[in-house]
């Protein structure tokens, strides 16, 4: 079955990767998987070299043993050939080096110029800065003083997430950028953009007649956007309590993921099309007005102590490198309205947290009430079709439609229609990384975010902060392994909604139908 999902392989312009915070936590996950997942898959010729940069002392045969253990452990392919790791693993080298010391530039100058005349690269290098925030200014400025953007190819910076702290600091560091880098040199990830079922929102709205015609205020009752993990803050305490899930996960992912469900057609599917498409949505988006208007229509929330599948858990502020008096949210969840023509009157209602009972990433589309229940006579409340379509873990899309029992005289079951991609696919769906360096080495930036959508989101989400900003202290709390704090559940029975469980979950009245 597999078979059905692959396409012919286009390979990437030859190219040096510099990955600058090689020693770091998320190359280590994600990055060197993803680079070797590329090669696995054909989808990197020969000439492409990788260059790790970091302070820490590295031979390149150590780092070429860094290497070996983090696909061991984090790719989805197993290394089970040797002579094509030997293969794999001669395209890298490591070079230590303080980014802020130019000088070492040089020498980092002369070992890219022998990897690229050794591998027969024109010129073509992209940066991709997996470090910290506030050192991505002084490489770019680097990298220009020390010669590294002196060549006849093109140059590519990518850069990770956060992309400053509020508006204020974003702009700081987009000015900064822009001094070396043009607009359309810079990358900024998005990870959820990489994710084959977000990507796959387009296709599913705008290939299906069944959809598009219905995809407005006239048939949708409400959007649940839900990102609900069961980790807690590992070992990012130190980072994740300055920032909090407002900014971790809402200022990006989720209202990216909103941007796609809610955009226009684009009139073409180009990069900037689609993201002129996107900005739109994210500059309709009704502001807060008042620290009343959020407290109405946003709930914060922070884990304490509690329990999940028989294994206590601690509390938020028992966390390593977290402020025992932390007042930072673990949890959000807010009513968000788009104010344009399509959506006017919709609620987005959009939740995210850690330590929630479900590893998962769900969109719910709930559709209106028929405009008569001629069943309402034999006493049949019918329940509302949904579209829901699975990000992650599980991949897929399903439908819930109204249907007769077999074999009653007329009694109505509600029947979820289900397409488990990931069923079909299994481990051979690429991680969102793998895409998005592909991309970014083909030159299309469409999965990645430009600098007014950052600007948009960062104005929406800074009205939040502000207010909460005010009362500090005014935040509940929920026990780890539950649900969040109840307020969220209220946010919606206010307007005659709930929550939909995810993965379909609790609903025994349901037959599903999964042809895998
Ligand atoms: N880890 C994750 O899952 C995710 C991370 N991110 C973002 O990715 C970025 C990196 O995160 P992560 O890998 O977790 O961070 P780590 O702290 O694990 O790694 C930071 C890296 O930066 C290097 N470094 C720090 N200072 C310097 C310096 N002055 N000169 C050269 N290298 C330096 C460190 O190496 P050395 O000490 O050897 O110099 C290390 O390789 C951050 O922006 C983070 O927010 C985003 C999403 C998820
Ligand atoms: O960007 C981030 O995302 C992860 C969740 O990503 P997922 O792909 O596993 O759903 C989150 O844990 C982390 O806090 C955040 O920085």
Redesign the pocket.
């Known amino acids: 079955m597999a078979d059905n999902f692959s396409q012919p392989t286009v390979q990437p312009p030859g190219a040096v990767f510099f990955i600058?915070?090689?020693?770091?936590?998320?190359?280590?996950?994600?990055l060197f998987p993803a680079i070797y997942s590329l090669y696995r898959e054909g989808k990197l010729a020969e000439d492409f070299a990788v260059i790790g940069?970091?302070?820490?002392p590295?031979t390149d045969e150590e780092f070429k043993e860094d290497l070996y253990r983090s696909i061991e452990e984090f790719c989805r392919y197993k290394i089970d050939d040797q002579e094509h790791w030997g293969r794999f693993a001669q395209h890298f080298s490591y070079k230590?080096?303080?980014?802020?010391?130019v000088d070492g530039y040089h020498e980092l100058r002369e070992l890219t110029e022998s990897v690229e005349a050794r591998f027969g690269i024109p010129g073509n290098r992209l940066f991709y800065?997996?470090?910290?925030?506030e050192?991505?200014g002084?490489?770019s400025f680097n990298l220009q003083k020390g010669g590294m953007l002196d060549t006849s190819g093109w140059h590519r910076l990518v850069?990770?997430?956060?992309f400053g702290y509020d508006l204020q600091s974003a702009q700081k560091l987009n000015e900064e950028l822009s001094q070396v880098f043009k607009e359309e040199e810079i990358y900024r990830?998005d990870?959820y953009l990489g994710k084959e079922m977000v990507q796959n929102i387009e296709v599913i709205r705008f290939a299906n007649a069944f959809f598009e015609p219905l995809w407005n205020n006239k048939h949708i009752a409400n959007v649940q956007i839900t990102l609900s993990e069961t980790v807690g803050v590992e070992?990012?305490g130190g980072?994740y309590d300055h920032a909090g899930a407002l900014r971790d996960m809402g200022q990006n992912h989720m209202l990216q993921m909103l941007t796609m469900i809610a955009m226009e057609p684009p009139s073409r599917l180009y990069a900037e099309d689609i993201r002129d498409e996107k900005v739109k949505v994210l500059r309709s988006l009704r502001p807060y007005e008042s620290v009343q208007e959020v407290k109405e229509n946003v709930v914060r929330g922070q884990y304490i102590a509690g329990e999940a599948r028989g294994k206590k858990l601690p509390g938020y502020r028992e966390e390593d490198k977290v402020d025992p008096n932390s007042n930072t949210e673990t949890y959000f969840a807010a009513k968000v309205f788009v104010d344009n023509f399509r959506w006017a009157g919709v609620p987005f209602y959009i939740r995210t947290g850690k330590r929630l009972p479900v590893k998962t990433t769900e969109v719910v589309v709930e559709f209106k009430a028929m405009p008569t229940n001629v069943y309402l006579g034999q006493k049949h409340t019918l329940e509302p079709n949904l579209l829901v379509i699975r990000v992650n873990p599980m991949e897929g899309i399903y439908i819930k439609i109204n249907a007769k029992k077999p074999g009653s005289e007329s009694q109505i079951q509600p029947l979820a229609m289900d397409f488990c991609q990931s069923c079909l696919v299994g481990i051979n769906s690429p991680e969102a990384y793998e895409r998005l360096i592909y991309d970014a080495a083909q030159g299309d930036s469409t999965y990645f975010t430009r600098w007014d959508e950052v600007a948009a989101a960062w104005a929406f989400v800074d009205r939040i902060a502000a207010a909460w900003q005010q009362n500090p202290s005014d935040i509940s709390t929920y026990p780890a392994g539950s649900w969040g704090p109840k307020e969220a559940d209220e946010l919606l029975a206010k307007d005659g909604f709930h929550w939909w469980p995810v993965n379909g979950q609790e609903e025994d009245n349901v037959i599903w139908i999964n042809p895998n």
């Open positions: 600058f915070g090689a020693t770091g936590d998320l190359a280590r996950r994600k940069v970091a302070r820490r590295r230590s080096l303080d980014i802020n010391n800065l997996a470090l910290a925030p050192l991505f002084s490489v850069i990770e997430k956060p990830i990870h070992e990012r980072y």
